[in-house]
Nanobody
Framework: QVQLVESGGGLVQAGGSLRLSCAAS????????MAWFRQAPGKERDFVSA????????YYVDSMKGRLTISRDNAKNTVYMQMTSLKPEDTAVYYC??????????????WGQGTQVTVAS
């Protein structure tokens, strides 16, 4: 039983930056990997980034590599994703997930409610 709460979304201009946060609560000792996915209206939920909580190994979707930094603060049970040079095509609901290391949604057991990111042209 894990609860995930995202924050940090909002409206930004193209080229701007945002830092998303995901705070975990509940039985967090069983979480090994946390990840971010995004979903635009009418589109599938796509992998964005992931981090292993023990080793801090990071993984990024190729199309956004170089514009993302995922990090974690294990003491706070929180994962962050810094996004820079945002583009209108980055507009989506961003979801935090926890579970096994995977680039597919079915690999994750827990999900947050999502936070909207809108990038204006």
């Amino acid at each position: 039983q894990v609860q995930l709460v995202e924050s940090g979304g909002g409206l930004v201009q193209a080229g701007g930056s945002l830092r998303l946060s995901c705070a975990a609560s509940g039985r967090t000792a069983g979480i090994y990997v946390m990840a971010w996915f995004r979903q635009a209206p009418g589109k599938e939920r796509d992998f964005v980034s992931a981090i292993t909580l023990r080793g801090g190994n990071t993984y990024y979707v190729d199309s956004m590599k170089g514009r993302l930094t995922i990090s974690r603060d294990n003491a706070k049970n929180t994962v962050y994703m810094q996004m820079t040079s945002l583009k209108p095509e980055d507009t989506a609901v961003y979801y935090c997930a926890a579970g096994a290391l995977s680039n597919r949604p079915e690999g994750y057991s827990y999900w947050g409610q999502g936070t909207q990111v809108t990038v204006a042209s």
